[in-house]
């Protein structure tokens, strides 16, 4: 075998294998430029790879019920923010802001920032009214 069809069998992998690899992008899921704010109290915290997920059971805008489903960030992404598995368990109160799914009867949602019961709050992608500028 060639050195050149060497190279060319390892290009070739390394293109097919490439999507496997690349990570998607939430814009297709959330309408990413829209923030609403869910106050209520934790179902559930999936504490996963690839992505984490917190249930949070609270009233809609239009005063009904739901469980949202805020997706999050891998476990690795929350361990460097302080985040393990017991950080959340049910019943805690929280206060989350996150971009709502595209899908606008859905209660999917894309966890930008949170504030957890002990007063800390996390994630930095939007800052909030009461924040220091």
């Known amino acids: 075998m060639s050195r050149?069809?060497?190279?060319?069998?390892?290009?070739a992998m390394l293109v097919i294998n490439a999507?496997?690899?690349a990570h998607h992008s939430f814009a297709a899921y959330y309408l990413e430029s829209d923030t609403i704010?869910?106050?209520?109290?934790?179902v559930e915290f999936q504490y996963k790879n690839?992505?984490?997920w917190l249930q949070i059971?609270?009233?809609?805008?239009?005063?009904?019920r739901a469980v949202?489903?805020?997706?999050?960030?891998?476990v690795p992404a929350l361990e460097r923010q302080g985040v393990s598995r017991g950080t959340l368990?049910?019943?805690d109160r929280v206060r989350v802001w996150a971009s709502p799914s595209k899908n606008l009867s859905d209660t999917r949602v894309r966890l930008?920032?949170?504030k957890l019961p002990d007063g800390r709050t996390l994630g930095g992608q939007i800052r909030l009214p009461d924040e220091n500028r």
Not at 4 to 11: E, K, R, T
Not at 68 to 74: D, H, I, K
């Open 4 to 11: 050149w069809s060497l190279a060319l069998g390892v290009a």
């Open 112 to 114: 930008k920032k949170i």
């Open 68 to 74: 949202y489903s805020a997706e999050w960030g891998s």
């Open 50 to 52: 690839p992505h984490s």
């Open 89 to 91: 368990k049910p019943g």
């Open 37 to 42: 704010e869910i106050e209520g109290e934790v």
């Open 19 to 21: 999507p496997a690899r």
């Open 57 to 64: 059971d609270a009233t809609d805008a239009l005063g009904r």
